[in-house]
């Protein structure tokens, strides 16, 4: 009886169209008083404790250095060079596209963020090329997706606080699955294109695109060198991102000025504030669930049913892809990694590739109605119809699901580098 009512709660929060916060919210209160110890003060001190981590920082820190680098010129310069790198190839530009997504998804962290950059550059440049305006629309909107699969990644983080996951570690593991998933793309791009007469070699304009973007170039390099090489924790790389395009951006590029950081700081804060309240109270149901022993009896009652660990894998690729087309990444990996991490384990598969697996599904969910977040941000950056850049994802999304099948069938591929 207690279970419909709960049911019935969220039902009646969700016709009077409250938002996660609330409905978390309630959800919690109502757990606490029926199934805790009865007392809401609990609740309230479980949210403290579940956020009282280090890791946390990372979050604000790499969000605010995207800010920056968007604001500033790190993207374009990016762009430049890569687009120097590629016009010898058919196609060279759609190329282009992905891998400038790729290098600038090494220091953004986020998925809209990276397309924005990469997006506001690129696809304008596809048009004024003579690429199809569908295929401009699906490049820009999936290259975005590799936001969050090449670390530094905040969906990686997130998983991480809740699944009490190696952080550094899913980083490691994000690196060859985000550059197989950029690999397919390309391929992808050039076949699709490869009528397109390629351009001439230009070592003047690669030379001189280095020499503008030699600063940008040296982010990534400085993130991932010093993740991978354990110099940096994830929390101190979110830092020396920060630091370092604050550095390029006002003092070398001199495209910001320090009063804009002001600015910069309070849109970040915005953000930030509608999900630091889903993250603590998830946190907080994770430790009561923990306490009753609730993801212990999912395990029992789901390794009665399923055989085998590959069952469960179809199983929850299909179930992530579902709940991708209607929640958004952070809000997913809250509600359903505690529950379906200790299901993994117990059939034996790694929780850092099973990390990479659900940030996989769910990236796809950014190219999926009515929730992609990637369609809407495009919708209104593009000025194109919602209609239109859904169609133009489609095979993009194929392309994706490929790399999923890959990465979920061959460990390896996010494990090699870790282990």
Same mark, same amino acid.
């Given at each position: 009886?207690?279970?419909?009512?709960? /049911?019935?709660? /969220?039902?009646?929060?969700?016709?009077?169209? =409250?938002?996660?916060?609330? &409905?978390?919210?309630?959800?919690?209160?109502?757990?606490?008083?029926?199934?805790? =110890?009865?007392?809401? +003060?609990?609740?309230?001190?479980?949210?403290?404790?579940?956020?009282?981590?280090?890791?946390?920082?990372?979050?604000?820190?790499?969000?605010?250095?995207?800010? /920056?680098?968007?604001?500033?010129?790190?993207?374009?310069?990016?762009?430049?060079?890569?687009?120097?790198?590629?016009?010898?190839?058919?196609?060279?530009?759609?190329?282009?596209?992905?891998?400038?997504?790729?290098?600038?998804?090494?220091?953004?962290?986020?998925?809209?963020?990276?397309?924005?950059?990469?997006?506001?550059?690129?696809?304008?440049?596809?048009?004024?090329?003579?690429?199809?305006?569908?295929?401009?629309?699906?490049?820009?909107?999936?290259?975005?997706?590799?936001?969050?699969?090449?670390?530094?990644?905040?969906?990686?983080?997130?998983?991480?606080?809740?699944?009490?996951?190696?952080?550094?570690?899913?980083?490691?593991?994000?690196?060859?699955?985000?550059?197989?998933?950029?690999?397919?793309?390309?391929?992808?791009?050039?076949?699709?294109?490869? +009528?397109?007469?390629?351009?001439?070699?230009?070592?003047?304009?690669?030379?001189?695109?280095?020499?503008?973007?030699?600063?940008?170039?040296?982010?990534?390099?400085?993130?991932?060198?010093?993740?991978?090489?354990?110099?940096?924790?994830?929390?101190?790389?979110?830092?020396?991102?920060?630091?370092?395009?604050?550095?390029?951006?006002?003092?070398?590029?001199?495209?910001?000025?320090?009063?804009?950081?002001?600015?910069?700081?309070?849109?970040?804060?915005?953000?930030?504030?509608?999900?630091?309240?889903?993250?603590?109270?998830?946190?907080?149901?994770?430790?009561?669930?923990?306490?009753?022993?609730?993801?212990?009896?999912?395990?029992?009652?789901?390794? =009665?049913?399923?055989?085998?660990?590959?069952?469960?894998?179809?199983?929850?690729?299909?179930?992530?892809?579902?709940?991708?087309?209607?929640?958004?990444?952070?809000?997913?990996?809250?509600?359903?990694?505690?529950?379906?991490?200790?299901?993994?384990?117990?059939?034996? &598969?790694?929780?850092?590739?099973?990390?990479?697996?659900?940030?996989?599904?769910?990236?796809?969910?950014?190219?999926?109605?009515?929730?992609?977040?990637?369609? &809407?941000?495009?919708?209104?950056?593009?000025?194109?119809?919602?209609?239109?850049?859904?169609?133009?994802?489609?095979?993009?999304?194929?392309?994706?699901?490929?790399?999923?099948?890959?990465?979920?069938?061959?460990? =390896?591929?996010?494990?090699?580098?870790?282990?």
């Amino acid at each position: 009886m207690a279970a419909l009512a709960l /049911v019935g709660l /969220v039902l009646l929060l969700l016709v009077l169209r =409250q938002n996660l916060v609330v &409905i978390l919210f309630a959800v919690g209160a109502y757990i606490h008083l029926v199934w805790g =110890q009865g007392r809401l +003060e609990y609740m309230v001190e479980d949210m403290w404790n579940g956020a009282d981590k280090e890791i946390l920082l990372a979050i604000p820190l790499f969000i605010l250095a995207g800010a /920056v680098m968007t604001r500033g010129a790190i993207a374009a310069r990016l762009v430049r060079i890569l687009i120097a790198l590629s016009s010898p190839i058919p196609g060279g530009l759609a190329v282009a596209t992905f891998l400038s997504c790729a290098v600038f998804a090494a220091i953004s962290g986020s998925s809209p963020v990276t397309m924005l950059a990469v997006g506001t550059i690129m696809y304008p440049a596809l048009l004024k090329n003579g690429y199809d305006k569908k295929f401009a629309l699906g490049a820009v909107c999936s290259g975005g997706t590799l936001g969050i699969i090449i670390p530094p990644s905040i969906p990686m983080i997130i998983y991480g606080i809740v699944t009490e996951t190696s952080v550094t570690e899913l980083f490691i593991a994000g690196v060859m699955p985000g550059l197989l998933l950029t690999l397919l793309l390309a391929i992808y791009a050039f076949w699709a294109n490869r +009528e397109k007469p390629a351009q001439p070699f230009d070592i003047g304009e690669i030379l001189a695109a280095l020499r503008h973007g030699g600063w940008a170039m040296m982010m990534p390099v400085i993130l991932l060198g010093g993740i991978y090489s354990g110099y940096f924790t994830a929390t101190e790389s979110a830092a020396v991102s920060l630091a370092y395009s604050l550095l390029v951006e006002i003092f070398i590029h001199k495209e910001l000025k320090i009063r804009d950081f002001a600015t910069i700081s309070i849109e970040t804060v915005k953000m930030l504030g509608s999900l630091f309240p889903v993250l603590a109270i998830a946190l907080s149901l994770n430790l009561l669930l923990a306490a009753e022993r609730v993801p212990n009896m999912l395990v029992e009652w789901l390794t =009665q049913r399923i055989e085998s660990a590959w069952t469960f894998l179809l199983g929850v690729n299909l179930l992530l892809l579902i709940v991708g087309c209607f929640m958004d990444v952070s809000s997913a990996i809250l509600i359903v990694a505690p529950l379906l991490l200790p299901v993994a384990v117990a059939y034996g &598969i790694d929780p850092v590739h099973f990390g990479i697996i659900m940030v996989v599904n769910l990236e796809i969910g950014f190219l999926t109605p009515p929730v992609g977040i990637n369609l &809407i941000v495009a919708m209104s950056a593009f000025k194109e119809n919602f209609g239109l850049i859904c169609r133009s994802v489609l095979p993009f999304i194929l392309i994706l699901m490929l790399g999923l099948a890959l990465i979920t069938a061959f460990p =390896q591929i996010s494990m090699y580098l870790v282990r």
